[in-house]
């Protein structure tokens, strides 16, 4: 009974962290005027979120912008992260260890070290100023977090079921679709959300790799919280936070199922 | 092209409008010289059908939506150009972005075709030859420029040459809430002795911070007993002889600063916001327009009014400048011109659009034009233009203005 009293109470003070900071991001996103010491605002006015959500305000189309290169960014990521991941987790080869230590790196590295460098390699390339361009700078900070994740599900994958289907007549796309990608689904999931948030909250390579062309949510954002304009910055945050909280709770489910394929191994 | 047009089959619009896109985009006018050399019709049916990256500080959307409707309305409209206003928060960073073009070898496909600019950031790309030069004569609204004005064919004291074109001219002022501080004090000493008698209640953003800086040169000013002595390059002796002064004058200032002086805000910004929530007693600006859309949003209480000061506040203009990698130049041109119309002037003079000062002579544009301008009444928290100008200070060499920032950050925000 105090056991469950104390973890309900835990999960209370977690959550009220997590949602406290919130708090006055949406009353600054309705307020005309909050100025201390002032418990509430002095008047509630729609105007930034009818800023927010207007043509003008150019936030909507940054929201799609910044979706469509957060999805685009996780596709190829799966694309190239699940093979890899397969390789690293299933089997033992020379150089292995050097091959993680690669991948982890853009994780490890400061991110202002490896935006200089990419930077002037895709001015060369002429990648810069487009959505592209940035989807492909990325997917850089993005693969080891995708790479990793898959090569743990592999390393606790047992390939005779797959065996045991083509044994049973599947071709390999049949048996990809039918057999490994339900048992990696819930490791996919994971991956590809990872991949997601981190592509959505990148500020500083888009700025730099989309040359301020490509306005993604965060730069939007920023621009209005750099100006001081507290109320539609509030409602721009709210905006940006709506895609993390709409696949947690999508695949917070199936994150957390167990699979068949990976209780096999004895 | 006109064959397809005339083919009245829906399946073929797209194929069209595919075409014309294609031809538009490799129409480009990266090469300026040879733009020199055409009368102005002809640069504007170069321009047609153009698309304009102008990069802009992006943190006032009444300025965004003068440029992305207005602006932009009147292009679209009357030349077929496309505007595509890019917010921005520090020009200084674009200059960088230019910077790196040039050394990647990018000459004539660029990023940028439009830059707001002045000061530092223009003396940067001039020095680096990265700005497109000698062509603002060709612009048929250059002639409501008054070019003998030093304040207009200097930024920040370098000689514009042709390299850019004026679009704002602001002249600094402070602003206090009249219900806080009836009676603010109206001249450098005695702000300086407002201060010492009410500690904590007064800060300045740190310079490089370009409002910080601006504050500190105008104590540079009143410890060199005014401006005359400092106009014109950069002079090592008298820079010792005033920056000892001066550093004196803020050192003795910061026990009775905010926070006593422990720490500065970093931005104008964060001064606003202190201003906001009362916690110091004054607020300052290079754009006093800025005062009034503060109150407008509901950020600064209508109490708010703004004055200059009586030994005089500094003024400078801000421009337009087209780099010399812009691959849309004829396009960037027909803006710039645009821009300097007396009638583009009055729409962003007017209180609710922005409040902007005019670059452009108010009495070489339109009869219609100059009625407009008279009748303004701006905004009660605005002071108005006119009583800046009668006390107004020429801005430093850049030469002195990083001498100053730097000295401040080595003598007083140590």
Request: aromatic content about 10%; some cysteine.
């Given at each position: ?39 509430l ?10 800023l927010?959500?207007?043509q ?16 685009a ?14 390789a ?28 200089l ?71 996919l ?28 949510l ?8 750099a ?40 | ?19 014309l ?25 170069e ?7 102008w990069f ?41 972005l ?8 990018i000459?004539d ?18 020095a680096a ?7 603002t004569?060709?612009?048929?609204n ?10 207009i064919?200097?930024?920040?004291g ?6 850019e074109v ?13 219900a806080?501080?009836a009676?603010?004090?109206r ?11 009410n ?7 740190a310079?490089?911070?370009?409002t ?48 006593e ?15 906001a929530?009362g ?5 300052f ?31 400078n ?6 780099p ?23 729409e962003k ?18 009869a ?6 008279a ?9 108005k ?30």
């Amino acid at each position: 009974m105090r056991a469950e009293t104390l973890r309900l109470l835990a999960g209370l003070v977690v959550a009220l962290a997590l949602v406290l900071p919130l708090v006055p991001l949406a009353i600054w996103s309705v307020a005309h005027g909050w100025r201390f010491p002032d418990l509430l605002p002095q008047a509630w006015s729609g105007k930034a979120w009818a800023l927010a959500l207007s043509q003008r305000g150019g936030v909507l189309e940054s929201f799609g912008l910044t979706l469509g290169i957060a999805l685009a960014t996780t596709a190829l990521a799966a694309l190239v992260g699940v093979p890899a991941g397969r390789a690293l987790g299933l089997y033992q080869f020379r150089g292995k260890r050097a091959v993680l230590l690669l991948l982890l790196a853009p994780a490890i590295l400061p991110g202002i070290a490896l935006v200089l460098g990419l930077h002037d390699l895709f001015l060369r390339l002429g990648l810069v100023g487009s959505a592209g361009g940035v989807i492909l700078a990325h997917l850089v900070p993005v693969l080891p977090y995708m790479t990793l994740v898959m090569a743990a599900v592999f390393t606790g994958f047992d390939t005779r079921i797959e065996a045991q289907a083509r044994s049973l007549g599947a071709g390999p796309w049949r048996t990809f679709l039918t057999v490994t990608l339900p048992v990696i689904l819930p490791g996919l999931l994971t991956g590809a959300l990872f991949a997601f948030l981190v592509s959505w909250s990148q500020y500083l390579l888009t700025l730099a790799i989309g040359g301020g062309r490509v306005q993604t949510l965060p730069l939007v954002l920023y621009s209005y919280a750099a100006a001081g304009r507290n109320d539609v910055a509030g409602a721009i945050a709210l905006i940006y936070l709506l895609p993390g909280v709409v696949i947690l709770l999508f695949t917070a489910r199936r994150i957390t199922g167990h699979s068949v394929g990976l209780e096999l191994r004895p | 092209m006109g064959a397809i047009f005339e083919l009245e089959l829906p399946m073929l619009r797209p194929l069209a409008a595919l075409l014309l896109l294609t031809t538009t985009a490799t129409a480009d006018t990266a090469d300026g010289e040879a733009l020199k050399g055409m009368t102005w019709d002809q640069i504007v049916t170069e321009a047609r059908g153009g698309t304009v990256n102008w990069f802009m500080w992006g943190g006032a959307d009444n300025i965004n939506s003068y440029v992305s409707d207005y602006v932009a309305g009147q292009l679209k409209a009357e030349y077929d150009i496309t505007l595509n206003r890019v917010p921005i928060t520090d020009a200084a960073e674009i200059v960088n972005l230019i910077l790196s073009e040039k050394e990647a070898g990018i000459t004539d496909a660029g990023t940028v075709d439009l830059i707001w600019i002045n000061g530092e950031n223009f003396r940067s790309m001039k020095a680096a030859d990265l700005a497109f030069c000698g062509y603002t004569t060709l612009l048929p609204n250059d002639a409501l420029v008054n070019w003998d004005n030093p304040a207009i064919a200097n930024d920040f004291g370098v000689p514009v040459d042709g390299c850019e074109v004026p679009w704002n001219t602001v002249q600094f002022a402070f602003a206090h809430d009249s219900a806080a501080v009836a009676e603010p004090p109206r001249d450098m000493a005695g702000l300086i002795d407002w201060i010492k008698a009410n500690p904590g209640r007064f800060t300045y953003p740190a310079p490089p911070d370009f409002t910080g800086s601006v504050f500190v040169r105008h104590v540079f000013y009143h410890a060199a007993g005014g401006p005359d002595a400092l106009l014109g390059p950069f002079d090592q002796a008298r820079f010792d002889e005033v920056s000892a002064k001066t550093w004196a004058i803020l050192n003795e200032l910061e026990p009775f600063l905010w926070r006593e002086g422990a720490t500065y805000p970093t931005t104008v910004t964060q001064l606003n916001e202190l201003f906001a929530n009362g916690e110091v007693a004054f607020s300052f600006n290079y754009d006093p327009a800025q005062f009034g859309l503060a109150v407008q949003d509901g950020l600064w209480p209508e109490t708010v009014r703004s004055y200059g000061l009586a030994d005089g506040t500094i003024g400078n203009t801000n421009y337009t400048l087209i780099p010399f990698n812009s691959p849309n130049k004829a396009a960037a041109m027909v803006v710039q011109n645009l821009l300097l119309s007396g009638e583009a002037q009055l729409e962003k003079a007017k209180t609710e659009v922005w409040g902007a000062a005019p670059a452009v002579e108010i009495g070489r544009t339109s009869a219609e034009v100059q009625a407009g301008f008279a009748a303004i009444t701006g905004h009660p928290s605005v002071v108005k233009a006119e009583d800046l100008a009668k006390a107004a200070l020429p801005e430093l060499q850049a030469d002195w203005l990083t001498a100053i920032e730097d000295g401040w950050r080595a003598n007083v925000g140590n």
